[in-house]
């Protein structure tokens, strides 16, 4: 029994961190149609600026996470801006060209920081453990659970209660009509990948103390964060939070049992098939065209 | 006699297409000759190799509008064939008639695994390197295709079916040699010619399976099966309403595709001397959309240079110690160029730079002609 429940906790935790990487990802990909396999890259920065606040500046981790957030928003600004607006109507392409911005950024760290893996050390405040249910889990987890959950419903007041949101959604609608009522779709684009890169950048300063930082950690990330979006149905924010918590109990569950490479193909295998016959994602009701 | 003329017209027009893909075939052959040092020829074959796959690439992709970032799936299945059968010539040699691989001894396995056994055969793992690729991508593809998936997730379901399969070679390690790959081959010997890695006879029998896949690739883009997948990939649902079966072409394509990354992989194989798991890794798999990409995805001759260019470019810089750690950025940086402002690549630029020539010497000429006809008029 402690057993069981120990493994639907590290479910859930692992679900946390899948939550955190995916959501950023999804809003560009659902509001943008961009494949943007840069994102394990944003994931990388924000680790990075973590390390860096840390050991120049002497900033504890929670306390850089809004600066964080800022400056990877940047860089995202910045290839929105300069690359991808140049690519309207050419969804494959944006594929090629992200990928492209990811190797520049992996080999530009490597270039000023080197290789070697660094390390940035838990906040002093959640580096013990506490009790849940009997079982003792460390606090930081629980943590990140609750920060991915605060992020998500940042995340759904933004796109559904505000300005911005709100034009964004007219956009995704019809970009014409949208832009014949005045709204700037370049300038929401913008925003709006800078604001995914920033999420991806806070994913990445939040896991930085439970793996070592390097400039090709992104990678693994990135695959992991596209099979929630797609399982979660690309326009559904609730189906990106279902489909993380799913594929992180999942992964525990079937790790549990067998090994880590037979639950990650058949995790793999799962979204295969799921593509084939639910290519809008398993939360998403069918709509009528 | 017009429909003579027509004929010869057409002929005319075939040569002319065709004279890139020979005159490039003519420098590959041609290169031993000037090339007097056999690491240089191996590296050379070892980029030419890669160029086969990229024309792989280019047939699904540039033609058939199917990004398949699994592409290095097909061509791992062909390297590991080989592999499989160059190892068991080892066996006699090294662990006696009745033993098994050096690997398999060292994971304790007691008997050769049964999909083992026909790569005693040569001539079948040649043929598996070749079939199995094939039916596999045909299997894939029916189950996508069918379903009527296309871009974005065509992409993603051969990304994650490849990661699957890399994934679980490297498991299992007893039958796989898992992470290290198989190495320590026999050379292939095929009737009585052995092919040493280093040797001319390797480069030859690369540079004629760049011919042989060059030549397939182009008969199949001028075919009527050919002309149809490049109809679909431009209005797939126009030509479904023509009544054409979309699906049964796109898995055609997809299988031929893999067929010839099998082929490329059997014979980076021989030329690497090993085959290993990052054969079909995500690395590969992506760089070769990239040489597509630089080279042209649109052309066959155009893919083939993107792949030989930028892998021997990448291969020389980052052998120098000067551009080790910045080639990468120079090769993204480059790309991402590429993507924005040459969607053609590099054949779309010589295209587009050959069309501009012949314009101006059109006008130059048209330009003399009024003038002759000027002066022939005041006279």
Known sequence: ?289 | MPSNATTSSGLQRLIAQLAPLLIVCAVVFSLPVLLNNDFLLNKVARYLVLGILTVSLGLSWGFGGILNLGQAMSFGLGSYAMAMALKLKTVPVHTGASGLPDFMVWNNVQHLPWFWEPFRSLSFAIAAGLIVPALVAAALGWFMFRGRVTGVYVSIITLATMVVINLVIIDQQSYTGGFNGITDLAQLEIFGVAFDAYGRATYYLVAGCVLLSLLVAFAFTKSKAGLIVQAIRDHESRVRYFGYDVALYQIFVFALSAAIAGLAGMLYTVVMEFASPTFLGVQLSLSVVVWCAVGGRQSLVGAFLGAVLVAGMQGALSESAAFLETWTLVMGALFVLVVLFLPKGLAGLAQATWRWVIQRRQAASGAVARGVSQTEGST
């Not at chain 1, 944003?42 to 600026?49: E, T």
């Not at chain 1, 990811?102 to 013990?128: F, K, T």
């Open chain 1, 1 to 289: 029994m402690d057993q069981f429940i120990e493994q639907i906790v590290t479910g859930l935790s692992i679900g946390s961190i899948l939550l955190l990487v995916a959501l950023g990802l999804s809003i560009i990909y659902g509001s943008m149609g961009i494949i943007n396999l840069a994102h394990g890259e944003f994931v990388m920065l924000g680790a990075y600026a973590a390390w860096v606040f840390h050991t120049y500046l002497g900033l504890g981790l929670l306390a850089s996470l809004v600066p964080i957030f800022l400056v990877v928003a940047a860089f995202g600004w910045v290839i929105e801006r300069y690359v991808l607006s140049l690519l309207n109507n050419r969804p494959l392409d944006t594929i090629l060209a992200t990928w492209g911005v990811g190797i520049m950024l992996q080999q530009a760290v490597r270039l000023m920081v080197g290789s070697e893996l660094r390390y940035v050390q838990l906040p002093p405040a959640l580096s013990d453990s506490m009790d849940v249910l009997g079982i003792p889990i460390s606090s930081y987890r629980v943590f990140l659970f609750g920060v991915s959950i605060a992020l998500f419903g940042a995340t759904w007041l933004l796109m559904n209660r505000t300005t911005v949101g709100m034009k964004l959604r007219a956009i995704i609608q019809d970009r014409s009509v949208a832009a014949s009522f005045g709204i700037n779709a370049k300038r929401v684009y913008a925003l709006t990948f800078a604001y995914g890169a920033g999420l991806a950048g806070l994913a990445g300063a939040l896991v930085s103390p439970l793996k070592s930082v390097s400039p090709d950690m992104g990678t693994g990330y990135v695959v992991d964060a596209f099979m929630v979006v797609v399982l979660g149905g690309v326009q559904s924010l609730a189906g990106t939070v279902a489909s993380a918590f799913i594929l992180g109990e999942l992964s525990g569950g079937i790790a549990f049992l067998q090994n880590d490479t037979v639950a990650k193909a058949i995790v793999l295998l799962a979204i295969v098939v799921l593509i084939r016959f639910r290519p809008e994602g398993l939360f998403t009701a069918r709509v009528r065209a």
